[in-house]
């Protein structure tokens, strides 16, 4: 059944297949770096095409990146480029001119506020927060729209039972299905995609 809702999608979005298939130690390697066993639909999908797009929305199939600066730096992995990337430019903004100091408490507030995201919740406007602090993310992207919406897991309990999450403008949607499952639904105009509305299938 999974088999076949997988080759659904992948027919439906006209994905050509992966011509090797990927080797379970590069699969040990993804998920020891990062720190999390990934959905098993989302490991099948991985494993049958290298990319995959539904309209202008990008699904972030699990691949090592170079990283050529400093030389000598480990491969990173595109699933937390993004993340990696807005907690260095928060980093940035709040550095510290030359000369300034700042007090212990001060420092600590800045660092909570970097280990946490605040989204509202679309259909019922409730404010939750995410942990985001390493070792403990409960938000792990899957994909990414031009508009900045971001998709994300709620990486909380076992994988396989991972909602989906949809942020966009600190505002999120939540569906309680897997990504394969939300994919077949967003192709046949099943979920609440505000900032897709552009999109054609």
């Not at 430019?89 to 507030?109: H, K, N, Q």
């Amino acid at each position: 059944m999974l088999d076949e809702r997988v080759e659904d999608l992948l027919i439906r979005t006209g994905t050509p297949r992966r011509t090797y298939p990927r080797q379970e130690q590069e699969w040990e390697l993804v998920e020891m770096m990062l720190g999390q066993r990934l959905p098993t639909d989302f490991r099948l999908l991985s494993d049958r095409c290298q990319e995959l797009r539904v309209g202008n929305l990008e699904v972030h199939i699990p691949r090592l990146e170079e990283v050529s600066f400093p030389v000598g730096s480990p491969a990173r992995l595109n699933l937390r480029t993004r993340l990696e990337e807005e907690i260095s430019a928060d980093i940035d903004s709040r550095a510290l001119f030359e000369g300034e100091v700042r007090s212990a408490e001060a420092m600590r507030t800045s660092l909570e506020e970097l280990g946490r995201v605040v989204l509202e919740d679309a259909d019922s406007g409730e404010r939750s927060v995410f942990s985001m602090a390493p070792g403990r993310f409960e938000l792990v992207p899957w994909g990414s729209h031009p508009s900045g919406a971001v998709g994300y897991w709620h990486a909380v309990g076992d994988p396989d039972t991972w909602p989906v999450l949809v942020s966009y403008s600190e505002t999120v949607w939540r569906e309680e299905c897997s990504l394969v499952d939300y994919l077949l639904r967003t192709l046949d105009g099943g979920t609440s995609l505000p900032w897709l509305v552009e999109d054609t299938f």
